[in-house]
Nanobody, 129 residues
Protein backbone atom coordinates (compact mmCIF):
# COMPACT_ATOMS: atom_id res chain seq x y z
CA UNK A 1 0.00 0.00 0.00
CA UNK A 2 1.58 3.24 -1.15
CA UNK A 3 1.34 6.12 1.28
CA UNK A 4 2.44 9.71 0.83
CA UNK A 5 3.19 12.11 3.68
CA UNK A 6 3.93 15.77 3.04
CA UNK A 7 5.77 18.17 5.32
CA UNK A 8 7.53 21.52 5.22
CA UNK A 9 4.64 23.92 4.85
CA UNK A 10 4.46 27.09 6.89
CA UNK A 11 4.02 30.85 6.86
CA UNK A 12 6.42 33.11 4.99
CA UNK A 13 6.49 36.65 3.72
CA UNK A 14 6.30 37.38 0.03
CA UNK A 15 9.68 36.72 -1.54
CA UNK A 16 10.46 33.95 0.92
CA UNK A 17 11.17 30.28 0.35
CA UNK A 18 10.01 26.93 1.62
CA UNK A 19 11.10 23.38 0.91
CA UNK A 20 8.21 20.95 0.84
CA UNK A 21 8.88 17.24 1.26
CA UNK A 22 6.89 14.18 0.30
CA UNK A 23 7.86 10.81 1.74
CA UNK A 24 6.62 7.76 -0.15
CA UNK A 25 6.31 4.47 1.70
CA UNK A 26 5.23 1.05 0.50
CA UNK A 27 7.22 1.05 -2.73
CA UNK A 28 10.20 2.70 -4.43
CA UNK A 29 9.69 6.29 -5.48
CA UNK A 30 11.85 5.62 -8.54
CA UNK A 31 8.94 3.65 -10.06
CA UNK A 32 6.53 6.56 -9.84
CA UNK A 33 5.79 9.77 -11.53
CA UNK A 34 5.63 12.19 -8.61
CA UNK A 35 3.69 15.42 -8.72
CA UNK A 36 2.80 18.42 -6.62
CA UNK A 37 -0.62 20.04 -6.74
CA UNK A 38 -2.03 22.94 -4.79
CA UNK A 39 -5.45 24.19 -3.87
CA UNK A 40 -6.53 27.53 -2.46
CA UNK A 41 -9.92 27.88 -0.74
CA UNK A 42 -12.75 28.01 -3.26
CA UNK A 43 -10.57 27.01 -6.20
CA UNK A 44 -9.86 23.84 -8.15
CA UNK A 45 -6.79 21.77 -7.36
CA UNK A 46 -4.11 22.70 -9.87
CA UNK A 47 -0.95 20.94 -10.93
CA UNK A 48 2.32 22.63 -10.00
CA UNK A 49 5.06 20.25 -11.13
CA UNK A 50 5.79 16.63 -11.87
CA UNK A 51 8.87 14.49 -12.27
CA UNK A 52 9.73 10.98 -13.33
CA UNK A 53 13.42 11.41 -14.00
CA UNK A 54 15.89 14.28 -14.00
CA UNK A 55 14.96 15.05 -17.59
CA UNK A 56 11.27 14.35 -17.33
CA UNK A 57 10.12 17.43 -15.44
CA UNK A 58 7.12 19.67 -16.06
CA UNK A 59 6.12 22.92 -14.38
CA UNK A 60 3.00 25.02 -14.44
CA UNK A 61 3.62 28.34 -16.16
CA UNK A 62 2.83 30.23 -12.96
CA UNK A 63 5.78 28.68 -11.09
CA UNK A 64 8.41 28.31 -13.79
CA UNK A 65 11.70 29.84 -12.69
CA UNK A 66 10.62 29.93 -9.04
CA UNK A 67 9.84 26.33 -8.08
CA UNK A 68 12.01 23.25 -8.53
CA UNK A 69 10.97 19.64 -8.09
CA UNK A 70 13.63 17.13 -7.15
CA UNK A 71 13.80 13.65 -5.72
CA UNK A 72 16.10 11.60 -3.52
CA UNK A 73 15.47 8.02 -4.58
CA UNK A 74 17.65 6.64 -1.79
CA UNK A 75 15.42 8.32 0.81
CA UNK A 76 12.19 7.83 -1.15
CA UNK A 77 11.49 11.56 -0.90
CA UNK A 78 10.39 14.13 -3.43
CA UNK A 79 10.93 17.81 -2.77
CA UNK A 80 9.35 20.99 -4.02
CA UNK A 81 11.70 23.92 -3.57
CA UNK A 82 9.62 27.09 -3.64
CA UNK A 83 11.38 30.44 -4.06
CA UNK A 84 10.22 34.03 -4.43
CA UNK A 85 6.82 33.06 -3.05
CA UNK A 86 3.86 35.26 -3.86
CA UNK A 87 0.53 35.60 -2.00
CA UNK A 88 -1.15 33.77 -4.88
CA UNK A 89 1.04 30.72 -4.15
CA UNK A 90 -0.72 30.20 -0.81
CA UNK A 91 -2.85 27.11 -0.29
CA UNK A 92 -2.72 23.45 0.56
CA UNK A 93 0.02 21.63 -1.29
CA UNK A 94 -0.54 17.97 -2.10
CA UNK A 95 1.87 15.30 -3.23
CA UNK A 96 0.57 12.78 -5.76
CA UNK A 97 1.91 9.66 -7.44
CA UNK A 98 1.23 7.45 -10.43
CA UNK A 99 3.09 4.23 -11.15
CA UNK A 100 4.83 4.65 -14.49
CA UNK A 101 4.53 0.96 -15.40
CA UNK A 102 0.75 1.52 -15.73
CA UNK A 103 1.27 4.12 -18.42
CA UNK A 104 1.69 3.31 -22.11
CA UNK A 105 4.15 6.15 -22.66
CA UNK A 106 6.27 5.27 -19.60
CA UNK A 107 6.54 8.91 -18.61
CA UNK A 108 4.62 11.30 -16.43
CA UNK A 109 1.04 11.99 -17.44
CA UNK A 110 -0.25 15.53 -17.70
CA UNK A 111 -0.66 17.60 -14.55
CA UNK A 112 -4.33 16.78 -14.07
CA UNK A 113 -5.81 15.51 -10.84
CA UNK A 114 -7.51 12.54 -12.52
CA UNK A 115 -4.18 11.14 -13.73
CA UNK A 116 -2.83 10.44 -10.24
CA UNK A 117 -4.16 7.74 -7.96
CA UNK A 118 -2.13 8.18 -4.79
CA UNK A 119 -2.43 11.32 -2.69
CA UNK A 120 -1.07 12.69 0.55
CA UNK A 121 -3.01 14.70 3.12
CA UNK A 122 -1.36 17.98 2.21
CA UNK A 123 0.81 20.62 3.83
CA UNK A 124 -0.32 24.23 4.15
CA UNK A 125 1.53 27.25 2.79
CA UNK A 126 0.68 30.81 3.80
CA UNK A 127 2.31 33.79 2.09
CA UNK A 128 1.82 37.25 3.53
CA UNK A 129 2.32 40.41 1.49
Amino acid sequence: QVQLVESGGGSVQAGGSLRLSCKLSGNAVSAYCMAWFRQAPGTEREGVANSYSDTGVTYAESVKGRFTISRDNAKNIVYLHTNNLKPEDAGMYYCAARRVAELDAKRCPVLERSQYNYWGQGTHVTVSS
